[in-house]
């Protein structure tokens, strides 16, 4: 059973920085695309980065290009995003989500961990 | 960016009625449109990608059409656990685009 689970979220400051974590199994973690997708409260989905198999190809929106980093440990079946200079805007809850690798939607999900960014 | 538009942002309708859900792109999308249902506790549930191909587990009341730019959800036969929220998104080329979402509920 394929199983994503995030963790690592929180409050945080106004232009301080957060690094979440996801943990997978139930599949081979090195052979799929990975991706973050955000909700913020009461709003709709949006992406946020991707993440090829090997780590060496990274994409993300013009919304959070630069001050966010997607990065992977393939050893240890997990997925990070590092948050940098966050905005109120950056509130949400954060998925992790499998990604099919060549034609881009996102056919497993985790439940989520919220980021609040308020002072 | 492609702009996903989706209608209606809320739905009412009863069990064993036949609803559907219409998503409409900026711009040309070729076949690459996902429907996503969303429920309070349980993790996104992917349900059609490709237009029109069904993900394992997918019941065969959900249906999925259209190319280009307009593409059409339909739920046939509704039953009671398909009421929540549900999302189209673009996967045809980055950034992915998600539509802003239809809550369809119990009438």
């Known amino acids: 059973e394929v199983q994503l689970v995030e963790s690592g979220g929180g409050l945080v400051q106004p232009g301080r920085s957060l690094k979440l974590s996801c943990a997978a199994s139930?599949?081979?973690?090195?052979?799929?695309?990975m991706a973050w997708v955000r909700q913020a409260p009461k709003k709709g989905l949006e992406w946020v980065a991707t993440i090829s198999t090997s780590g060496s190809r990274t994409y993300y929106p013009d919304s959070v290009k630069g001050r966010f980093t997607i990065s992977r440990d393939n050893a240890k079946s997990s997925l990070y995003l590092q948050m940098n200079s966050l905005k109120s805007e950056d509130t949400a809850t954060y998925y992790c989500?499998?990604?099919?690798?060549?034609?881009?939607?996102?056919?497993?999900w985790g439940q989520g961990v919220m980021v609040t960014v308020s002072s | 960016d492609v702009q996903m538009t989706q209608s209606p942002s809320n739905l009412a309708a009863s069990p064993g009625e036949s609803v559907s859900i219409n998503c409409k792109a900026s711009?040309?999308?070729?076949?690459?449109l996902a429907w996503y249902q969303q429920k309070p506790g349980k993790a996104n549930k992917l349900l059609i990608y490709?237009?029109?191909t069904l993900q394992s587990g997918t019941p065969s009341r959900f249906s999925g059409s259209g190319s280009g730019t307009d593409f059409t959800l339909t739920i046939r036969n509704l039953e009671p656990e398909d009421f929540g929220l549900y999302y189209c998104q673009q996967h045809n080329e980055y950034p992915y685009t998600f539509g802003a979402g239809t809550k369809l509920e119990l009438k």
């Open positions: 490709s237009g029109s």
């Open positions: 989500a499998r990604q099919r690798t060549t034609t881009g939607y996102f056919d497993y």
């Open positions: 711009k040309s999308i070729s076949k690459y």
């Open positions: 139930g599949f081979t973690f090195s052979n799929y695309y």
